[in-house]
T-cell receptor
Framework: DQQVKQNSPSLSVQEGRISILNCDYT??????FLWYKKYPAEGPTFLIS?????DKNEDGRFTVFLNKSAKHLSLHIVPSQPGDSAVYFC?????????????FGGGTRVLVKP | NAGVTQTPKFQVLKTGQSMTLQCAQD?????MSWYRQDPGMGLRLIHY???????DQGEVPNGYNVSRSTTEDFPLRLLSAAPSQTSVYFC?????????????FGPGTRLTVT
């Protein structure tokens, strides 16, 4: 049973427009949510995070929104640039006795067309 | 500062063979973890460690062993390789802070089991 789901496997957007990536989760114990970006043949890199007690976090062109009642978060990229073409993973963090544990979604492949 | 390094980059094994995937970090991070990435499944946690001598199981630990004798190294051992273990393996590390702290990923090891 996947606790973190990204229901759109791919997204295509024109350069300069907004990219919206969605993520749903089921576990109410998640205390942080993170977005990672991954280029081919490289490891994922951290993009932005949000605490479960907040509803919005912004960093430059990237904004993450959290709707706790709906157990839904989204990542907005404005404006989209060709270099944003990558796979984006949503992840959720849960505090465990042995330390924080990350659960990842399946990823969304974004293609930004020039 | 090399960050997180993984060796080898590629490996082909026959069913039943054993091998060790190496992971090292030079950032003095307490927390280290191993993930596998399969198409459409995102990254799934195999094992993690919160410090030298302390390890715990993740979501998909069967068929894998880990140990953490130093802060820097966190090798992943495949005891008897199976075709189902064909995947891309990522090692990651982070400071053991609140759940929002980013993990730094290595470049990955692509493993094929025939």
């Amino acid at each position: 049973d996947q606790q973190v789901k990204q229901n759109s496997p791919s997204l295509s957007v024109q350069e300069g427009r907004i990219s919206i990536l969605n993520c749903d989760y089921t576990n109410s114990m998640f205390d942080y949510f993170l977005w990672y970006k991954k280029y081919p043949a490289e490891g994922p890199t951290f993009l932005i995070s949000i605490s479960s007690i907040k509803d919005k976090n912004e960093d430059g062109r990237f904004t993450v929104f959290l709707n706790k009642s709906a157990k839904h978060l989204s990542l907005h990229i404005v404006p989209s640039q060709p270099g944003d073409s990558a796979v984006y993973f949503c992840a959720a963090s849960e505090v465990k006795a042995a330390g924080n544990k990350l659960t990842f979604g399946g990823g969304t492949r974004v293609l930004v067309k020039p | 500062n090399a960050g997180v390094t993984q060796t080898p980059k590629f490996q082909v094994l026959k069913t039943g063979q054993s091998m060790t995937l190496q992971c090292a970090q030079d950032m003095n991070h307490e927390y280290m973890s191993w993930y596998r990435q399969d198409p459409g499944m995102g990254l799934r946690l195999i094992h993690y460690s919160v410090g030298a001598g302390i390890t715990d199981q993740g979501e998909v630990p069967n068929g894998y062993n880990v140990s953490r004798s130093t802060t820097e190294d966190f090798p992943l051992r495949l005891l008897s390789a199976a075709p189902s273990q064909t995947s891309v393996y990522f090692c990651a590390s982070s400071f053991r802070l609140a759940g929002g702290s980013e993990q730094y990923f290595g470049p990955g090891t692509r493993l094929t089991v025939t």
